[in-house]
C-alpha cells in the first residue's frame, strides 16, 4: 500500500536533510523518544539498531515527493536516516515515519521540530534549566516587563524624562498585561491616581543654579523598567498594577519613579466577554486581589464624593478674603490645542493610542502652568484619567487645558478632550479629562510659592471650590490610606469629606492582615483554632470555627453590633450613632469595668461591612476606632480604641460556613501578661462558641473542652499569647 499524498509531502524534507538517526525505540532514551545522531560511519547508537543511510531520490512525474529507498532498523519499526546510501524500501517503515513525523500515533511524543532537529529540544530544555539555576522561582502569569533606554528625544527642557513619553511606556505595558489575561483586545477605561516619586534623571550629581550644557541630557542613557501585573478581574474589567522604576547604569543606581493602577476592558466585537479569575498566589498577589474590590468601590463613588463635599459646605470658600490685586486671571493660564490622529498614533485595534492621548494632556497641562507661574513646572501627582468614549484615526481631537486652583506650592490643572470627525461637525464628544498637580522646584527642589489664581465666575468658581475638594481627598488618602499603620493614630477624626478613605482604610486593613500567610496554629479546642502573628509593632491573633448557617444569614447577624450584647459578655450596650451608607455604620459600645477600675470602658467604632464581589471572597465585618465631635471622652468611661479588627464568613458548602475574628494589637499590651496559655485558650473559645446561639447553631461539644496544645509552640509565639489574655480584658476578642 503506497503513501497517501500528506504522508508524501511530509517525508519529502527526508531526502535533503542532515544524519540524523530517528530510533526512539531502540536509541538511548528512547523511551522519551528523543532522536540522535549518528557518526560519520552512520551506525546508530541504540542496541540491535542497525541504522541505515539514505540519500535522495529525484521525484517521481506525479509531483509528489516519495520516500527514499530503506529498511527498517532490527526490532523497531521506524527508519534511520542518512543521505550518503541508500537500501531497499519498506513501505511499513515508511509509512511508520511518516505516522510518527505527523504525530498521528503518538501525538504527545514528537513534533515536527524535534524530529528535524533535536537541537531546538535541547536549548529549550537548556533554557528552562538556565531559568530555574537563576533562582527566579515564581512569577505572576499576567506580568509583563518593559525597559526603555531614555534617549535625547524622550526628554523635556529640564533634561528630565517626559512624563508624557513615560505614560506611553505605561499604557502600553498595562495593555499588554490585560490582554495576556484576558486573551483579546483590551481598551484603557482608566488610569488611576499617579503619584511620582522621584524625576529620572542623572542621579550622581545634583541640580545647581546655574545648569551647564551638559545637564540638558542628565536622563539620556538611563534606563526605564516597567513592570505591569493583572491584580484582579471582573466580569469584562481588571484591575492591571504598575510599577516603575530607574537604573543607572554606570552606577547601579536605582530608584521607584512611580506606581500606577490602571482599569482595562476587554473588547470583542461578536461576543460579550466574561473573564477568568485570577489565581493569587503570593501574600502580595492575595492582598493585591482581596483589596481591588474596595478600590473598585471608590472608584465608582468618586464623583458623588466631590458633589457630596461641595453640597454639605465641607470646602471653605476663602475667595473673599484674598487681596484681588495680586491674584491671576484664571483665563490667562486657559491652553486649546488640537491634535488630528494619524495612523501613528493608533493602537494595534485601530483606536487612538490611550498613551498618546495622556501624553498629549500632559503637554497642555504644562503649558497652563507655565503661564501661571513663568516658569518650568514640575509634574508631582494626576488624578484618574477618565477615559468615556473611543477615537478614531482621521478624528480631530480639541485639548483644553486651565489652572482651576493654586495653593501655596501647588497648582491643579484640568484637562478635558473632545472629539469630533468633520471639520462641519457641530457636536463634539467628550472622550476623556484629568486634574494634574503641578510645583515649580528651586534650585534645592524645594517648591516655591505660587501666586493665587482668580477663578471667572460660573464654572470658573465651581472648577475652584473642587479643586479644593479634590485636595482635600487627597490629603485625607494620604494620611489615612497610604500611611503605615505604625504612623497612625488608633482613632482618626470621622466626618464626611473623609468618610470614603475612612472605610476604604477600615476594610482593607481587614483584607491585608487575612491575606498574611505566616499565621502560626497556637491551640485547638473542639474545632475552635487559635493563631496569633507577630509582625513589627503589633500582635495580632484570629480564631475560627465551622457553623452550620448560611453564610449570608451569619454575616447580616453578626453585622449589627445592637445585638452583640446578646452573645458577648464584654459588651454592656451598643448604640447606633450614625448610619453612614448601607454599609458603614458608627456605634457608641459601653463595655464592664476592667479590675479594679470602677469606670466602665467605651468604644466609637466604625462598622464597615461588605457583601462578596466573586465567587470565593468572603463576606467581611470590618471595625476600627474613629472619633466624633459628639461622643468625646467623658469623665464617666475609660475610652479604649482599637486599630484592626472584625469578622470574615467564607462559604463552605451548603449551609456550612467558615467563621473567622481578627484582631490586631499593639506592643502596648505586653506589660499586662498574667495568664498562661491555657487560661487564654479556655477563654477565647467560651466567647467565640457565645455567638452560635444567635445564628441558629447548636454546639455538639462538651462543655468541658479538651485542650490540644502545639508541643513545638515558639517561644515568641508563646509569649505572645499570654500578652493576648489582658488584650481580650482590654479589647476583648470580639470587639474593638
Known amino acids: 500500500m503506497g503513501l497517501t499524498p500528506q504522508e508524501a509531502e511530509c517525508l519529502a524534507p527526508v531526502q535533503v536533510l542532515w544524519p540524523l538517526v530517528i530510533c526512539p525505540l531502540c536509541s538511548p532514551g528512547g523511551a522519551q523518544g528523543r532522536p540522535t545522531r549518528a557518526g560519520r560511519g552512520g551506525e546508530g547508537t ?73 537541537r531546538t529540544s535541547r536549548k529549550s530544555a537548556l533554557r528552562a534549566e ?64 499617579i503619584y511620582f516619586e522621584h524625576t529620572i534623571r542623572f542621579s550622581g550629581t545634583q541640580r545647581t543654579s546655574k545648569p551647564l550644557a551638559q545637564d540638558r541630557l542628565q536622563s539620556v542613557g538611563q534606563v526605564v523598567n516597567i513592570k505591569a501585573k493583572v491584580n484582579r ?25 512611580c506606581k500606577a493602577l490602571a482599569t482595562f476592558v476587554a473588547h470583542r466585537e461578536l461576543s460579550k466577554v466574561k473573564l477568568k479569575q485570577t489565581m493569587p498566589q503570593t501574600e502580595e498577589e492575595k492582598t493585591e486581589h482581596s483589596v481591588a474590590a474596595e478600590r473598585r468601590r471608590m472608584r465608582l463613588v468618586y464623583a458623588d464624593t466631590i458633589k457630596d463635599l461641595l453640597a454639605n459646605c465641607v470646602i471653605q470658600d476663602d475667595l473673599e478674603s484674598r487681596d484681588c490685586s495680586h491674584m491671576v486671571p484664571a483665563e490667562k493660564t486657559r491652553v486649546e490645542s488640537v491634535e488630528l490622529v494619524l495612523p501613528p498614533h493608533a493602537n494595534h485595534q485601530g483606536n487612538t493610542f490611550g498613551g498618546q492621548i495622556m501624553a498629549w494632556m500632559e503637554n497642555v497641562a504644562t503649558i497652563a502652568a507655565s503661564r501661571l507661574c513663568r516658569a518650568h513646572p514640575t509634574l508631582k501627582a494626576i488624578e484618574m484619567f477618565h477615559f468615556r468614549g473611543p477615537s478614531q484615526v482621521g478624528d480631530r481631537l480639541v485639548f483644553k487645558a486651565i489652572v482651576n486652583n493654586a495653593f ?118 473542639n474545632q475552635v483554632r487559635l493563631y496569633t502573628l507577630e509582625e513589627d509593632k503589633f500582635l495580632s491573633f484570629h480564631m475560627e470555627m465551622l457553623v452550620h448557617v448560611d453564610a449570608a444569614q451569619a454575616f447580616l447577624l453578626l453585622s449589627d453590633l445592637r445585638r452583640r450584647p446578646e452573645w458577648d459578655k464584654h459588651y454592656r450596650s451598643a448604640e447606633l450613632v450614625q448610619q453612614v451608607d448601607e454599609d458603614d455604620a458608627i456605634y457608641h459600645v459601653i463595655s464592664p469595668p476592667l479590675g479594679s477600675d470602677p469606670k466602665p470602658q467605651d468604644f466609637v ?27 468625646r471622652e467623658t469623665p464617666e468611661y475609660r475610652r479604649r480604641e482599637t486599630l484592626c479588627s472584625g469578622f470574615c ?36 473559645y467560651t466567647t467565640f462558641k457565645a455567638c452560635s446561639p444567635l445564628v441558629g447553631v447548636e454546639s ?19 509569649f505572645g499569647l499570654h500578652c493576648l489574655r489582658e488584650a481580650l480584658q482590654l479589647r476583648t476578642p470580639f470587639q474593638p
Not at 237 to 257: K, T, Y
Not at 660 to 677: E, H, K
Not at 700 to 718: E, G, S, W, Y
Request: aromatic content about 6%.
Open 46 to 118: 541504540g542496541p540491535g539498531c542497525s541504522s541505515l543511510r539514505l540519500r535522495p531520490l529525484p521525484a517521481p512525474s506525479s509531483g509528489l515527493l516519495q520516500p527514499p529507498p530503506a529498511r527498517l532498523c532490527s526490532g523497531c519499526p521506524l527508519l534511520s536516516l542518512s543521505p550518503r546510501t541508500a537500501s531497499p524500501v519498506s513501505p511499513e517503515g515508511s509509512r511508520a515515519l511518516a505516522r510518527r513525523l505527523l504525530d498521528l500515533e503518538c501525538p504527545t511524543t514528537w513534533g515536527l521540530a524535534s524530529v528535524f532537529s533535536s
Open 233 to 257: 478581574a471582573f466580569n469584562s474589567s481588571m484591575e492591571v498594577g504598575i510599577h516603575v522604576a530607574s537604573e543607572d547604569l554606570c552606577s547601579e543606581n536605582q530608584w521607584n519613579v
Open 408 to 525: 501655596k506650592h501647588s497648582m491643579e490643572v484640568g484637562v478635558c478632550v473632545e472629539a469630533y470627525r468633520q471639520e462641519a461637525e457641530t457636536h463634539r464628544r467628550h472622550i476623556n479629562s484629568a486634574f494634574m498637580t503641578f510645583v515649580v522646584l528651586d534650585a534645592d527642589d524645594q517648591p516655591q510659592m505660587l501666586p493665587w489664581i482668580r477663578p471667572q465666575p460660573g464654572d470658573g468658581e465651581r472648577r475652584y471650590r473642587e479643586a479644593s475638594a479634590r485636595k482635600k481627598i487627597r490629603l485625607d488618602r494620604k494620611y489615612i490610606v497610604s500611611c503605615k499603620q505604625a504612623e497612625m493614630p488608633l482613632s482618626v477624626p470621622w466626618d464626611p469629606s473623609n468618610q470614603v478613605c475612612l472605610s476604604y482604610n477600615n476594610v482593607s486593613s481587614l483584607k491585608m492582615l487575612v491575606a498574611k500567610d505566616n499565621w502560626v496554629l497556637s491551640s485547638e479546642i
Open 605 to 631: 467604632i466604625l462598622a464597615s461591612r461588605r457583601k462578596p464581589c466573586d465567587n470565593g471572597d468572603p463576606y467581611v465585618i470590618a471595625l476600627r476606632s474613629v472619633t466624633l465631635p459628639t461622643h
Open 700 to 718: 455538639k461539644h462538651t462543655t468541658k473542652p479538651k485542650i490540644r496544645r502545639r508541643k513545638d509552640l515558639l517561644p515568641a509565639a508563646r
Open 130 to 193: 538556565n531559568t530555574m539555576a537563576e533562582g527566579e522561582g515564581y512569577r505572576n502569569p499576567t506580568e509583563v516587563q518593559m525597559s526603555q533606554l531614555v534617549l535625547p528625544c524622550h526628554t523635556n527642557q529640564r533634561g528630565e524624562l517626559s512624563v508624557g513619553q513615560l505614560l506611553k511606556w505605561i499604557d502600553a505595558t498595562a495593555c499588554l498585561s490585560a490582554e495576556r489575561h484576558a486573551g483579546c483586545p483590551c481598551v484603557t477605561a482608566s488610569m488611576d491616581d
Open 649 to 684: 464568613f467564607w462559604r463552605e458548602g451548603d449551609q456550612l460556613t467558615k467563621v473567622s475574628y481578627y484582631n490586631q494589637a499593639t506592643t502596648g499590651l505586653l506589660n499586662y501578661v498574667t495568664t498562661n496559655v491555657t487560661g487564654l485558650s479556655s477563654e477565647f
